[in-house]
């Protein structure tokens, strides 16, 4: 089954901080899902292979690429940013495989503030435009 922005998965902010965070990732289109570099810790390729039920060498040819000398997810064109995470739904702009997800995303932003999530609703207010994103290509 798919988990694609599943309406029965937790928002996508840090439950660990539920109550007092101060970004909401479903108004956001995904900017930390296009870094260059999402790096895979211990456990996630072996998460990921289980995910889709294939062998891990399997999985870290299909899934993975070197960047810096670090192991990181694979990543493809985006219709907003220059590239974004090969597991990111561009249609719905949220982790395809969120129970599956990397480390890092788990982890992501490590705050209670989103610094891009900041400047996304104050860009938006100040343009009376709540769709707007910044560094967007065009």
Known sequence: SSDVCSSDLPPRTHSSMAGSERYDCSRCPGYCCSYRLIPLANGDLERLAARFDVPLDEAA???????????????????IYASICMFFDQQHRC????????????KHPGGRRCGYY?????????RGDDAFVPEARG
């Open 61 to 79: 040819r299909r899934f993975t690429r070197t960047v810096d000398g670090e192991m990181a997810l694979r990543t493809r064109r985006d219709r």
């Open 95 to 106: 982790c395809s495989i969120y129970e599956a997800r990397p480390e890092i995303c788990r």
């Open 118 to 126: 900041d400047r996304l609703l104050a860009e938006r207010e100040a």
